[in-house]
């Protein structure tokens, strides 16, 4: 074969079109064009506001005041002084603990219950995630009226049903501890069913062939469950945790629509005492600070969270 | 072990599993069921402690719903809440559907951190803004105004959305926009071209929720608006539908049923996509 | 050391038969294999003596027991699967010693015996660590180590090749098969790959949709197939298969060599024009059409190399069959008809 006479290639040109043309092929910028608008709306509608947050922290600003000064830690220490503010606290810790920790038992039991098929699962599905979806403020008002003082369906069926003694009538919005479960339990109610499908993903996720094989090797019902499959579900459990404690720490709407935090502020937890404190009360400076509690807690659950998606990304 | 012993095994863990189902559909679906009949009760029925509250004294009666759409701005509150949902819709997908494309094709390990901290800033709770928004949004001028929700609606709209679109556009295989760009379509001429309109089910799912969270949301509803033709659903009927003592309970139960239930169906067609926007890729 | 036995044995699935009322017996220490192609329901077979999947009727026996019943911990077997599943979250040697654990032995005794599998497999270092940090090959010994621990009567092993790369997989064929040899414990093995069923089995039963179509040692199957189905899958390239109106005429590729290659007699010639041939190195591998058929008679010549006849694509040789090499089957059912063709 003979050897062609190489013609020298001509230098190909950049593609024809203006700026916009050139945009949509260069990945980098094309990128970064992309993602700025989203970025900028959170930074402005999240970042900013939040550091206003903490600016009012350290102001004097009211709802009436056209202006502000800067007073230190002035309302911080207001609120440090302020006994509600403790009260709303040990309030909002309790709640979130003891609600979260029966979500996760009440969540586990359910996934497990629906990891297999059966007739008219599509219906229960259906059923269980009302409490989720439907507005909190309007589920809550749902309790509000079982948990009436006159007509509670609680106390009427558990008087049928002879648990309650004649006399036993229990108002369970208010009297403080009972007022305090009530919360509990409607935030038990609206965070299982998240909880529930979370781990039902994590649950479904786990090959067959696991299973199977500590079937084969002979592991009974709790070996099975306690050895095998509560630790490869561990990660998951642990991301529906952290989505339920932050649903339930920073929540104000379910104690503003059951006790508005009564009675007598004995149920008031952070949020709703930082709504009452600032847009009710007026005194946005120290709601702010009081909403600033929640803070350190959303540090930690976005931490956990980081270092899980980490973790992820390796194995 | 007996082979009678096997059988009878089975037959206890079916009724045990579906024990297991009764107990939890009672206590998540109840106070729906609780909200059903008391809307359509006759408040003589309600209020009257001798009767059993299961049973119709009376026989069903649409009055409460008649009074919740006739006396009651509860039809106004339900366009809004729907308006407010479109245009929050609107923005959202305007500003998540490039993010959450441009965060999936993202070449090295920005792509994922970036993607995680947007979604985090969904986890900043509205009982942290609220404060200072609600100033912001009196300098605007908006106080008292539906574009006030619009406006910071997204604030939570967007980071979930992105995320989940995000896991969404990684799910589309890269080949596809290859083959367009050597038949001569730009990057993002392929991403309108050939991405989105295979796409339409993860929109549909970001849309769904989108409107979801709208219909949810109270925090700003109750701090920015005030006059009672502007409220949301969520905000009015606790607000709104409570005169001094008297609760109008048939009522309220049938609003919390109208604005819930409908969700709730079509939520449940797109669980599993949400699903995998929560498990925040733990679950491959 | 125990024999394994399905009696009648069926498994419906939403109207699919997919195991069809199967007879069969793995005798004492034999190494059988299940073969067949996706779906033939060897998968589903063995999943029912494990005891993972309930029969629709029928029953499993193992050493004389009836244990159709018996959830899978009480049949005394080991399985190990295509994926392994070893458990993620565990170390090697946790591993090993859970089906130990589970019956409650002394911890003493656990220790022993999880070394002594170790040892067989040669995983002694690994026991410190997770699946996630071993090769595949190092998995499968975890895997084959855990199923030989609990010294069961049986093992079943569900294609445990069938995840290695190619060159890895002949090496750890060899040593199966040794191990299994030294431990004398009857095994059922499944696989859709003929050359390991060949390689690997004391006799191999050839499964399709849902029932035995034969059962026999290598050398049976291979020489004597019992029907069209079986002749085409052991072999490779496949038997050859000649319309003959009622009757179908078969040989192998090898049975298929040029005229000058065989002695005169007791042998059939035919015109055999070549289209293409590869070179595989050992084989020549020779594609082409028998002369003089109606519809045509694709087939395909398998020269071993010592053979240096030369040949080229298209023209036409003699090529012959030994009769003895010959086979008929019924050409409606596929079976092969009594007595070799001659």
């Given amino acids: 074969m003979t050897e062609a006479a190489l013609k020298p290639a001509k230098v190909a040109g950049r593609p024809p079109g203006g700026f916009l043309e050139r945009l949509a092929d260069n990945d980098r910028w094309l990128v970064r064009a992309m993602l700025a608008p989203a970025i900028l709306y959170i930074v402005l509608l ?16 009211t709802v009436a005041s056209p202006t502000m000064e800067f007073v230190g830690l002035e309302n911080f220490r207001r609120i440090i002084e302020s006994g ?32 297999a098929d059966f007739r008219g699962k599509w219906l229960v599905r259906l059923l269980i995630l009302l409490p989720w979806v439907a507005p909190i403020s309007l589920g809550s008002i749902g309790w509000l009226w079982i948990f009436d003082s006159i007509y509670s369906i609680i106390n009427w069926t558990a008087r049928a049903l002879g648990l309650f003694d004649p006399t036993f009538w229990p108002i369970w919005l208010g009297q403080p501890e009972l007022a305090k479960a009530s919360i509990i339990i409607v935030n038990v109610w609206r965070i299982t069913p998240l909880a529930t499908i979370i781990i039902l993903a994590g649950l479904t996720s786990i090959p067959q062939d696991i299973h199977d094989a500590a079937a084969v090797d002979g592991a009974g019902f709790w070996r099975h469950q306690l050895q095998i499959t509560a630790p490869l579900i561990m990660p998951i459990t642990l991301v529906a945790l952290l989505f339920g404690i932050i649903f339930t720490f920073t929540d104000m709407i379910v104690v503003f629509v059951l006790t508005r935090g009564g009675p007598y502020d004995t149920t008031q937890v952070i949020a709703s005492w930082a709504y009452f404190t600032g847009i009710q009360g007026g005194d946005l400076a120290g709601g702010a600070a009081i909403s600033l509690f929640l803070f350190p807690v959303l540090v930690a659950v976005a931490v956990m969270f980081l270092w899980f998606a980490k973790r992820a990304e390796v194995t | 072990m007996t082979p009678g012993g096997a059988k009878l095994r089975r037959a206890g863990a079916r009724a045990g599993h579906a024990a297991i189902l009764v107990f939890f559909v009672t206590f998540l679906a109840f106070p729906f069921y609780w909200m059903l009949i008391t809307t359509f009760k006759t408040t003589q029925d309600l209020q009257n402690t001798e009767h059993n509250p299961y049973l119709f004294h009376d026989p069903p009666t649409l009055h409460h719903l008649a009074v919740l759409f006739q006396d009651t701005q509860f039809l106004q509150w339900l366009v809004n809440t729907g308006l407010v949902g479109i245009a929050v819709v609107v923005i959202t997908l305007l500003l998540a559907v490039p993010a959450g494309y441009a965060l999936a094709r993202m070449t090295g390990p920005w792509g994922q951190t970036l993607g995680v901290a947007i979604f985090l800033t969904y986890l900043v709770p509205p009982t942290i803004l609220f404060i200072p928004f609600s100033r912001i949004i009196a300098m605007l001028g908006l106080q008292d105004s539906l574009w006030s929700l619009v406006l910071v609606y997204p604030s939570f709209t967007v980071p979930f959305c992105t995320w989940l679109l995000m896991g969404f556009f990684k799910a589309i295989p890269r080949d596809l926009e290859d083959a367009a760009m050597i038949d001569g379509l730009s990057r993002f001429g392929a991403f309108v071209k050939v991405v989105m309109p295979i796409s339409t089910a993860g929109l549909l799912t970001a849309i769904i ?11 700003y509803g109750v701090t920015f608006i005030t006059s009672s033709s502007s409220y949301t659903v969520s905000v009015g009927v606790p607000t709104f539908l409570v005169r001094g003592d008297v609760y109008f309970w048939g009522s309220m139960m049938g609003a919390c049923l109208i604005a819930s239930v409908p969700i709730a169906i079509i939520y449940n067609f797109f669980v599993d996509r949400f699903v995998a926007g929560f498990t925040v890729g733990a679950v491959k | 050391m125990a024999t394994v036995e399905a009696r009648r044995l069926t498994k419906v699935f939403d109207e699919v038969r997919a195991v069809d009322g199967i007879d069969l017996l793995a005798r004492e220490s034999e190494f059988l294999v299940l073969l067949g192609p996706s779906g033939c329901g060897k998968t589903t077979l063995m999943r029912m003596i494990a005891g993972l ?13 009836v244990v159709t019943d018996l959830p899978p911990r009480a049949r005394n077997i080991a399985m190990v699967f295509q994926s392994y599943a070893l458990y993620p979250h565990l170390t090697v040697e946790k591993n090993i010693s859970f089906p130990l654990r589970a019956v409650g032995m002394p911890k003493e005794e656990i220790r022993k015996k999880v070394d002594w599998a170790a040892r067989m497999f040669g995983i002694e270092r690994f026991l410190d660590r997770k699946p996630r940090q071993l090769s595949g090959g190092e998995r499968q010994r975890v895997a084959l180590a855990r199923a030989v621990v609990r010294e069961p009567v049986v093992f079943l092993l569900d294609e445990p090749l069938s995840n290695l790369d190619a060159k890895l997989r002949n090496s750890a064929r060899d040593e199966l098969k040794q191990f299994q040899r030294q431990l004398g414990t009857t095994t059922i093995y499944v696989t859709h790959d003929q050359a390991e069923a060949m390689g690997l089995g004391d006799r191999i039963a050839v499964l399709d949709r849902g029932k035995v179509c034969q059962i026999g040692t290598p050398q049976e199957i291979y020489d004597h197939p019992s029907d069209t189905f079986v002749a085409t899958f052991i072999g490779s390239p496949p038997m050859n298969l000649v319309d003959e109106g009622e009757t179908m005429l078969g040989f192998r590729p090898e049975a298929f060599l040029p005229k000058e290659v065989e002695p005169d007699g007791g042998r059939e010639v035919f015109r055999f024009r070549i289209t293409r041939i590869e070179y595989l190195g050992a084989d020549r591998l020779v594609y082409g059409v028998i002369e003089g058929r109606t519809p045509e008679a694709h087939v395909i010549s398998k020269i071993p190399t010592n053979i240096r006849t030369e040949i080229a694509a298209g023209e036409t040789y003699d090529f012959a069959v030994r009769h003895v090499d010959m086979k008929r089957f019924d050409a409606r059912s596929g079976r092969v008809l009594d007595g070799d063709a001659r």
Avoid: K
């Fill in chain 2, 209 to 219: 929720f989108a409107f979801t969270l709208v219909t949810q949301e109270f925090v």
């Fill in chain 3, 53 to 65: 999947e309930t029969p629709t009727s029928g029953d499993v026996v193992i050493d004389g027991r």
């Fill in chain 1, 84 to 115: 509600t503010f403790w009260l709303s606290l040990w309030n909002t810790v309790v709640i979130t603990v003891v609600s979260q920790f029966l979500v996760i038992v009440l969540a586990h039991v359910l996934a497990m219950a629906l990891v």
């Fill in chain 1, 46 to 61: 999240v970042g900013f506001p939040f550091l206003l947050s903490l600016w009012y922290s350290l102001t004097n600003v």
